[in-house]
């Protein structure tokens, strides 16, 4: 898949995902063979009011890996603002989130917002276009449409992409479905259908397996899949759509001695490239993703968040998958 000149080798996305998909998170997954990351979404006013706990946030990939940073807002001076630090940094691509269902995005009239001002999101997008430069790519992630009776994701695709976005991003579910019900291929399907064929559609939602990704491109025609919570502490889910994708045999799920050499490596990569006082938060919430499944999996949180340090936390995760692997079975 191409996004402008950006070469996609394997057609499957990390979705952003606030507070998850972190350099240490994007690192791994890309390891493991995912075609692009994108940062979690960033405010934009948040960016243009020098707010360091949000610019800290917007990370270039490590070893020279293409990436793109994920901004929303909606006034011109703080998109293109954020937007130039995004091309500052190395980000090939600019995305805008029109998704954003939450409540206080949506009260600033932002994210899934916008989706009920198509004029404001096409201008949007044109500025940022313009800010970026022509190197630069441009994308709209955005939802069904607000509700089950306004479902105008054809449309305000087709404008997004008159305005200059180079790929889009639809997650199947509307503004009011919120992260309730099941997304739907068939509105995915229809937007497929309707933007040209030369800009790549990305279908967006509960795709948690290699067969949801093949049934999501033969029900879709899309593009590529962007996969946001089924890749928690699942790594291997993109090894194994990339090997799938190549004609290969799917290499499968990873032994519990894996998984755990997995797990250390994110928490080394969390402490490598993270400070501060939420650091043991981070490595707990790492430990509870790649524990989750096996036997004893809920103690072991439960014991984890009443630690203190990263290094108890680590030294308790160490003890727990010993146990699995010397006790010869993890099922739960
Ligand atoms: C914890 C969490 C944080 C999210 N943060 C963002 C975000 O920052 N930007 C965005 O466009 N979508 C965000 N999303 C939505 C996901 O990108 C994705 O559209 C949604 O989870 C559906 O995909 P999935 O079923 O593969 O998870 C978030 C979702 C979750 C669960």
């Known amino acids: 898949m191409r996004i402008g000149t950006i070469e996609v080798e394997t057609p499957v996305l990390l979705a952003p995902m606030a507070a998850v998909t972190d350099l240490p998170f994007r690192t791994i997954v890309e390891d493991f063979g995912v075609g692009l990351t994108i940062t979690e979404f960033l405010s934009a006013d948040a960016i243009q009011h020098g707010d360091n706990k949000t610019t800290d946030k917007m990370t270039a990939s490590l070893g020279g890996r293409k990436f793109g940073v994920q901004i929303f807002g909606r006034t011109d001076d703080a998109m293109i603002q954020a937007a130039k630090l995004a091309v500052s940094i190395g980000a090939s691509l600019v995305d805008i989130n029109m998704g954003c269902p939450a409540k206080r995005v949506v009260a600033g009239a932002c994210g899934s917002a916008l989706m009920r ?3 404001l999101a096409q201008h949007l997008v044109r500025i940022v276009d313009e800010a ?18 306004d479902l105008n994701a054809p449309e305000f695709a087709c404008a ?3 305005a200059g976005a180079k790929m889009i991003t639809v997650h199947g579910r509307t503004r009011k479905q919120g992260f309730t019900g099941s997304s739907s291929n068939e509105i995915i399907r229809r937007v497929r259908e309707e933007v040209p064929a030369h800009i790549p559609v990305v279908g967006n939602g509960d795709v948690t397996s290699v067969q949801g990704f093949l049934r999501m491109r033969e029900e879709t025609g899309c593009d590529a899949v962007m996969i946001g919570r089924g890749a928690l502490g699942n790594p291997w889910l993109f090894r194994s759509i990339k090997a799938v994708h190549e004609g290969k045999d799917d290499p499968g799920l990873p032994t519990v001695l894996e998984r755990y050499e997995v797990f250390r490596k994110h928490i080394s990569l969390i402490i490598e490239l993270k400070q501060g006082a939420k650091l043991v938060h981070e490595v707990r919430k790492a430990a509870a993703w790649y524990a989750k499944g096996y036997r004893g999996c809920n103690s072991l949180r439960q014991r984890i968040w009443k630690l203190e340090s990263a290094e108890q936390v680590l030294a308790e995760v160490s003890a727990y998958f010993e146990d699995l692997m010397s006790s010869g079975s993890a099922a739960a």
Do not use: L, T
Not at 132 to 149: E, L, N, Q, T
């Open 117 to 119: 001002e198509p004029e």
């Open 132 to 149: 970026v430069g022509p190197d630069i790519f441009v994308s709209v992630k955005h939802r069904a449409g607000w509700d089950s009776s």
């Open 160 to 162: 997004m992409v008159e």
